[in-house]
């Protein structure tokens, strides 16, 4: 059984920080490519950063020089650091983890944790 089980989220103030962490089982962790996504209110899920396999970094522009997200292997976790949290980085944010294997995806999603930046 597949799990994805993230943890981290909170309020913090803008300007603060947070570090999210999801970690996986069920899976061969090395072998999937590792995404964070958001969801705001009343807005679609969005992608925000993703790291690959083989540790490539995708990271949006709207979060470009704020967020990094990291893996580590030997924990089967995926982190995503956020500083300099904006109001606008209010949402529900999801871990995925995706693998696509002899032309088939298999996608997996964490159940979500909140994050609220207010003062």
């Known amino acids: 059984q597949v799990q994805l089980v993230e943890s981290g989220g909170g309020l913090v103030q803008p300007g603060g920080s947070l570090r999210l962490s999801c970690a996986a089982s069920g899976i061969i962790f090395g072998s999937f490519d590792m995404g964070w996504y958001r969801q705001a209110p009343g807005k679609q899920r969005e992608l925000v950063a993703t790291?690959?396999?083989?540790?490539?970094?995708e990271i949006v522009d709207s979060v470009k020089g704020r967020f990094t997200i990291s893996r580590d292997n030997t924990k089967d976790a995926v982190y995503l650091q956020m500083n300099s949290l904006k109001p606008e980085d209010t949402a529900v944010y999801y871990c995925?983890?995706?693998?696509?294997?002899?032309?088939?995806?298999?996608?997996?999603w964490g159940q979500g944790t909140q994050v609220i930046v207010s003062s």
């Open positions: 790291i690959t396999a083989s540790s490539v970094v």
């Open positions: 995925n983890a995706h693998l696509r294997s002899f032309a088939r995806d298999y996608d997996y």
